[in-house]
């Protein structure tokens, strides 16, 4: 079935750049997408890749794309201590309305 | 109008009491979601309406009914809830089955 991977954690140093991998299966995936989470708040939407596309650029934002890996990664430049939440990758595909997330990577980000 | 809005955004609820939460969205969007979420958990689905009817429940109990009154309400009716669904409860609503979710900010129940 469809799984989306992530590592649970990272820890930065502010002005540093993070990189947040993923991995997912399901080669039907038809747009892969970074929601941000900050403590006791619901889901923000960052950013979002066509999976025909090998790379989006978003402000401090960049997300690259592998498609023959199953791989894609987002690029926070710059990192803040306000960038410090939960980062969930997800993907859908059209196939019945569902949303696929990874278990997210907590980040950190140290002054 | 480019919001989900949910409602109550805090719920505290008996054992035996039946509540109801609601989720409302203006953007024309044809498929809205329930999802549960568990705290440093990702959200887990619930259900999808697709064009008001119900196109997944996944296995949930059946203390959690939804609805769909029309193409931008969508209720969860819960009734006889154990303190383990205790969660943070997130609406989302899609244009199509598989692009530009938005979802609102959610209702954290707990059960005491």
């Known amino acids: 079935g469809e799984d989306v991977e992530q590592s649970l954690f990272l820890s930065v140093r502010e002005g540093d750049s993070s990189v947040i991998n993923c991995t997912y299966t399901?080669?039907?995936?038809?747009?892969l997408y970074w929601y941000k989470q900050e403590p006791g708040a619901g889901l923000q939407l960052l950013t979002y890749?066509?999976?025909?596309?090998d790379m989006k650029q978003d402000q401090r934002l960049t997300v690259l794309l592998n498609k023959k890996d199953k791989h894609l990664s987002l690029r926070i430049a710059d990192t803040q201590t306000g960038d410090s939440a939960i980062y969930f990758c997800a993907e859908s595909s059209h196939q019945g309305g569902k949303l696929i997330f990874g278990q997210g990577t907590e980040l950190s980000v140290k002054p | 109008d480019t919001e989900v809005t949910q409602t109550p955004k805090h719920l505290v609820m008996g054992m035996t009491n039946k509540k109801s939460l609601k989720c409302e969205q203006h953007m024309g969007h044809r498929a809205m979601y329930w999802y549960k979420q568990k705290a440093k958990k990702p959200p887990e689905l619930m259900f999808v309406?697709?064009?008001?009817?119900?196109?997944i429940n996944e296995s949930v109990p059946s203390r959690f009914s939804p609805e769909c009154p029309n193409s931008s309400l969508l209720n969860l009716h819960l009734h006889a809830l154990q303190p383990e669904d205790s969660a943070l409860y997130l609406c989302?609503?899609?244009?199509?089955?598989?692009?530009?979710?938005?979802f609102g900010s959610g209702t954290r129940l707990t059960v005491v």
């Open positions: 989302a609503s899609s244009q199509d089955d598989s692009y530009g979710y938005t």
């Open positions: 309406y697709s064009y008001e009817k119900l196109s």
């Open positions: 399901d080669s039907s995936s038809t747009y």
């Open positions: 890749i066509f999976s025909n596309m």
